[in-house]
């Protein structure tokens, strides 16, 4: 399947919304992007039309995007471009981009940022059992038997 895959340069416009969902976490957040160019009449940087994106996370993405971004930091994302359109009975028909997102980063070209590693929730085993006795009795003694090993499993 054919997809048109983005990267979108801009700032997060809306404090992300994070949702438990029935499919995993999902989170969503509006992102501006505002081109610059150079105006020649005033020899400075101007700028230009801004346009609003709606960025979807899912799963892990999800959660990190919850607990990493804020209104106003700049940010890369990257993702499959959707492009919806809706009419309502009595009312002008509206369109949204919206980018779900793959990646999205804050972007290090206008500003730091300090990197922790997600953790991952600890597995629950079962219960403690004693590592098995692996190594050979020396030459000369007898054999294990399965009395002495109750794991082992005699195959004849």
């Not at 930091?73 to 028909?93: D, M, N, Y």
Request: glycine share 8%; aromatic share 8%.
């Amino acid at each position: 399947m054919n997809e048109t895959m983005v990267c979108v340069v801009g700032n997060v416009a809306t404090r992300p919304v994070y949702r438990e969902t029935a499919s995993g976490p999902a989170a969503r957040f509006r992102l501006a992007v505002t081109s610059r160019y150079w105006d020649r009449e005033k020899s400075a940087w101007a700028d230009g039309h801004t346009n609003f994106f709606t960025v979807w996370a899912n799963r892990q993405l999800a959660t990190n995007t919850a607990a990493s971004l804020s209104v106003g930091e700049p940010v890369i994302v990257q993702g499959r471009l959707k492009i919806r359109t809706e009419t309502r009975e009595g009312q002008q028909g509206w369109m949204s981009a919206d980018v779900d997102a793959v990646s999205i980063g804050h972007d290090l070209a206008r500003g730091t940022t300090a990197f922790r590693r997600a953790q991952r929730p600890e597995q629950t085993s079962g219960p403690d059992r004693p590592e098995p006795n692996w190594e050979s009795k020396p030459e000369g003694s007898q054999a294990a038997t399965p009395q002495q090993h109750p794991q082992a499993t005699v195959v004849t």
